[in-house]
Structures are given as structure tokens and as C-alpha cells.
């Protein structure tokens, strides 16, 4: 994993040495001295994350770092704040103020790349959702992750130690945390499987269970994959909690644990977590909002294509049957003009319940634009999709639609047309082309009818219709 990384101290000494282990991992490193070169390399370099010291002389790096995440154009660009080592209060301020994470002096190999992994790993998640949302950044950045709550989380605790036990046992008293322990007869991969947790923490001391092999069955786990994974060892564990890292773990804590330390890096965690667990379900909705009509709920019409695509592919392999029925409300024009379009946006919603609420599971109810709706039908010859459509012009025509509070009611009704899948044709357009042609001989013979599409003149099934698979509506 490659990234662009600033390093900013005022010690030339330290810029060397940082440069020199980042470069040996294959990053690629800018270097600025002061908070000033700071600030004007984050505009030129767009760094994917920042090394930032906070002793300099001029413009702080509490204040540097407090700049760039009021910045919208750069507050989703990690940074680790370096403080030294005999200052807890520093590294939790630093936190407090906005940084992302804080790495102590003299640094440490171990904790410099499990920062730097686990940020720059996290930014391309984030950065790849953006780009699928092709949004503006300002609404994600460090906003956000400040506003996660990092309270009420679930954790569980592998470990042996009195002494890791307690210092976990009371950050989490403090975060509102639950913390479930492993026992040596739970098996704790079938605990994690079910969800139920927020976070993991396993030392790589315990003897029962293996932690890395935790880690590992954790990531190809669906349910388990994003979920913060921390490990806990000692400075001689080093080799397997480098091991752990590459396997996915988020986090190193080394012993003795501080308990202000675990504090703040629980917090983070969870704070991170829940802030890509958030942007996730956004890109659902919106996904979600790509292929659903708004007013009715309803698939839209560039949904169906790309269903279509799939059934009628399945249909030719496998000879299964498909019909498609296409329904327009009839006279929809002078409910609009009548009533205003509250009421015919109300007419509409209200067919596009009756419509889905009378079909089968495998069939699709589409809005296809206006008035019209399309109706997919799998494992369906005409016959029984002529059935559907009757049964559907009834449901409409014999409900009322309320018009207001006082009991007023309109009925409306709807025109059908109904054609299945010819047997070669290349694509379902033909098949719909010809439900829609359908549909207009329904509305010439004087609408709130049925009609079905004359078979196509391309060659005849090799499955005759008896034989193919249909199912009852
Ligand atoms: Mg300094």
C-alpha cells in the first residue's frame, strides 16, 4: 500500500529519520519544517496523511491541525499528531483537538507503520465512497468524526492479564463500554460470527485461543470484516503484532498499557467505525434512491433494464417462460387537471400499492415513467400473465382512492397490454415494444381492457408452452 505522506518538524534529525523508515516501506514523503510550510505543502501535495509534530516554534501543530480540519477542502486528510513520550496529556489533547491519532517520541517502528497503515487504509475507503457518491467532501470530514458518539459500544476481551483486564475493564467504565470476556470453553470466532460486538481486543500472550488466527477468520468474515480489531502484546511480541497488522488488525497496544491511552484509541476506534458504518448506509440509500422511482417507491425504469438483461438471459438458457405487461392509467391527464397534481401524485402511489401489493415475490412492479407501469413477470407464459393483468385492472378499478379527510373518494382505472419473451430474440425490448402496441389497441377499443401482443413472427419455441416451468399467481 502505497501513499503520499507530509512529514512536518522543525528538528531536521527527525524529518530524516522519518523519511528514511517511510521511503524504506515504499511511501512517498514530502517534508516541511515549519507549521507555515505546513499549511502551504497540504494545498500543493494533497497528502493522504500527516506526520505532525506539535513543538514548533510560530504556528503550533495543535494549531496547524486545528486549521486543516476547519477546512473542508482538507479535514478528511489523516493526522497523527508526534508528542513525546512523557506528556499523556499531550497525546490526549491532540486528540481532543481534532487529530486522528498521536504517536509518541523516540518512535516506534511497530506503532509509526500500524498508524500509518490503518489511517491511509481507512482514507481510501472513505475516498472511494466519496467518488462513488460524487459528492462534495466538506460533509464527512473531521465534522463528523468528532460528532460519533463512542459511547455504548460492546467489546470483547481476549486476554489473560489481571493487569490488561483492569485497564480495559476501566477505560470501558468510563466509554459506557460492555466488555464481554472470552472464556477458554467459548469458542470466540462463533461468538464474533453473530455480530453482536463493536470491537475486538485480543492479546497475542493467550494461550487457549490464537490471536492472529482470530484476526484473520475476523476479516473474511462478512459481518466482521470492518470491525476494529485491536491487538495486545509486548515489545518482544513485535514480530506477530507486525503479523497482526498485515492481516488487518487496526491497532497495537503495547504493554504496560496506559490507561490514557487505551482510552483515547478506543475512542477513536469506535468513533471511526461508526462514522464508516454511517457513510456506508448513506451510499446504500443512495444507491437505493439510483434505481427507486421517489413518489412510489417503485423500482425505476433503469432498474429494469438491467433486470430485464438478467431474466431474459436466464429465459433463452434455461427455456423458462417470461411475460411483461405494461398498465396506463387511463385519462390521468384530466385527474391532474381536475384535482391538481397533490391528488394525481396520490393516485399514483395508490396504484403502484394495489399493483405491487398483487403480484408474487419474483415479479417486478416498475414505474416507467408519467402514468405507465410495467409489470415483469419470470417463470410466466401469457396465458397466466393474461390472468395477472385481469386481476390487476379489477384491483384498480374496483378500489377507491381518498381524496380527503371528510370520505371524498375517486376511482380511476387502467389500461393493459401483455406479451411474452419470443423465444430468439436478442434482447426483452422486442417483447415489451410489442406489450406496448398492447396497450394501445386497449385504449382504442375504448380502455380499462386487456389486450395480449399477437406471438412474434420470429421462429416458434423449441419448449412448447405446456412444458416450460410457470407458476400459479
Ligand atoms: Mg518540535
Redesign the pocket.
Known sequence: MTARILVV???PA?RKVLEAKLTAEYFEVTLAASGQEALAAVEHTAPDLILL????PGISGYDVCARLKADHRFSHIPIVMVTALDSPQDMVRGLESGADDFLTKPLDNLALFARVRNLVRLKRVLDEWRLREGGPLGDIGYEALADESYTDARAFLMSDSGSVRQVIEQASDTLKHEVVHCQPNMPPPGQLLTGSFDMILADVGYQPFDALRLCSQARSCEETRHLPFILIGDRSDSERLYKGLDLGANECLLRPLNPNEVMARLKTQIRRHRLQQRIQQRHQINLNQAVTDALTGLYNRHYMDAHLRRLHARAISEGRALSLIMCDLDRFKAVNDTYGHAIGDAVLRHVANKLSGSVRAPDLVVRQGGEEFVIVLPDTALPEAERVAERLRRTIAESEVALNTEGATLRVTASFGVADLAWDEPSADEALRRADEALYRSKHKGRNCVTLAPPSNIASPTVSATERPTARH
Open positions: 518538524d522543525d528538528i527527525n509534530d506539535v513543538m514548533m
